[in-house]
């Protein structure tokens, strides 16, 4: 899948990377790896978790890659007045 050198964590149905961390703060390289293991992957979400934290929700990114084409959410019809 990934050559040496570039480690995920965890991969989970091979649709999503969770990068864990045990780190003081997630800092931009912490973010570049887990935007450069969503490419090489081919997954389009991941979380960056940083297990450092004294209540977990302020440890949780996620990130999600540009999906091509439209957004997988319905627009929201804007009324005119």
């Given at each position: 899948?990934i050559?040496?050198?570039?480690?995920?964590?965890?991969?989970?149905?091979?649709?999503?990377?969770?990068?864990?961390?045990?780190?003081?703060?997630?800092l931009?390289?912490?973010?570049?790896?887990?935007?450069?293991?969503?490419?090489?992957?081919?997954?389009?979400?991941?979380?960056?978790?940083?297990?450092?934290v004294?209540?977990?929700?302020?440890?949780?990114?996620?990130?999600?890659?540009?999906?091509?084409?439209?957004?997988?959410?319905?627009?929201?019809?804007?009324?005119?007045?």
């Amino acid at each position: 899948m990934i050559d040496v050198g570039y480690r995920i964590d965890t991969l989970i149905n091979r649709l999503v990377v969770v990068e864990n961390k045990a780190i003081e703060s997630i800092l931009p390289v912490h973010e570049a790896q887990l935007l450069t293991y969503l490419k090489l992957s081919g997954c389009k979400i991941g979380f960056l978790l940083n297990w450092n934290v004294t209540l977990m929700k302020n440890g949780i990114k996620r990130f999600v890659l540009k999906l091509p084409g439209e957004t997988p959410y319905p627009k929201k019809p804007y009324a005119l007045k």
